[in-house]
């Protein structure tokens, strides 16, 4: 069963076309790797499958809905079910600065009008999954280190129960020793999900996403140039482009690599 199935799909910018006729199925429970230099169009892509981009020409099926036609009431009601959830770069998009982080956890339960019982259970679970203490959530997102910021908002999608994470640059803006942290998280929560969560996660680092992705896919201009799994993609890499990629990090731990 697929989560997400790109169907030829194109994105322009008034003129210029940023996505051309990609196609791209992520099945259920599978985390895929998306990575491409600036400007490729990993964030478009993104954007895309959350239906904040309409596409000029193809189909974007997200969890059996077509994203692409839905419009006005159906889009929000759809927005609102939290199938697809996506986590910024900048955790504190995601984080009101003025309430404890605790509320900007909840607030998709709230909205879905989720009662007490059920908002305690899925919050533990959430806060589980990431590895956070659950003291530090009383907290103004101010009182959190970075990587504890994003571990929250990465929460806070995931209390919601959706089918596809999007995570767009998860680790980009951290400092080292957090960027470890959340990247650990995101490896425990693909080691212990079952086949209902799958993730997309980009970067322009293919280093830590050959960490946690199943599967890599490469962008490059527009297009895919190689999608397959980690493991291949890393030791016979098909298109220069995906080698150049690689031979600018130093050393990479695919999932074998990490596992005894
Ligand atoms: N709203 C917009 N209007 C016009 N052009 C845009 C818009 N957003 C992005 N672009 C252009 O589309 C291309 C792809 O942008 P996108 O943000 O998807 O790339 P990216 O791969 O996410 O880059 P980065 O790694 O820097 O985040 C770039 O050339 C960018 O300048
Ligand atoms: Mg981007």
């Not at 008034?14 to 491409?36: H, M």
């Not at 007490?116 to 533990?124: G, H, I, P, Q, Y």
Request: glycine share 8%; net charge positive; hydrophobic share 40%.
């Amino acid at each position: 069963m697929s989560v997400l199935e790109l169907d030829q799909v194109s994105v322009d910018y008034g003129r210029t076309r940023v996505l051309d006729r990609i196609s791209l199925t992520v099945r259920a429970g599978e985390v895929v790797g998306i990575v491409g230099e600036s400007g490729s169009g990993k964030t478009t892509l993104a954007r895309t499958v959350l239906g904040a981009i309409a596409p000029a020409e193809g189909r974007v099926q997200v969890a059996g809905h077509d994203v692409t036609r839905l419009r006005g009431r159906a889009l929000r009601s759809w927005r609102r079910s939290g199938a697809a959830q996506y986590v910024f770069q900048d955790p504190l998009r995601s984080l009101d600065p003025g309430l404890p982080v605790a509320e900007s956890i909840i607030e998709g339960l709230r909205i879905a009008r989720v009662g007490v019982d059920e908002t305690r259970r899925r919050t533990d679970a959430a806060l589980n999954a990431v590895g956070l203490d659950h003291d530090l959530i009383r907290r103004l997102p101010s009182g959190l280190s970075g990587g504890q910021r994003q571990r929250a908002a990465i929460a806070r999608a995931l209390v919601v129960e959706p089918r596809l994470l999007v995570l767009d640059e998860p680790v980009s803006a951290l400092d080292a020793a957090s960027r470890d942290r959340v990247v650990q998280a995101l490896i425990a929560l693909r080691d212990r999900r079952g086949s209902e969560l799958a993730m997309l996660v980009i970067s322009h680092d293919i280093g830590s996403l050959a960490a946690m992705s199943d599967r890599l896919v490469v962008l490059g201009q527009g297009d895919i140039v190689e999608d397959g799994s980690t493991r291949r993609v890393i030791a016979e890499p098909q298109h220069p482009y995906t080698r150049l990629l690689i031979d600018s990090v130093p050393l990479i731990h695919t999932p074998s690599a990490n596992r005894p």
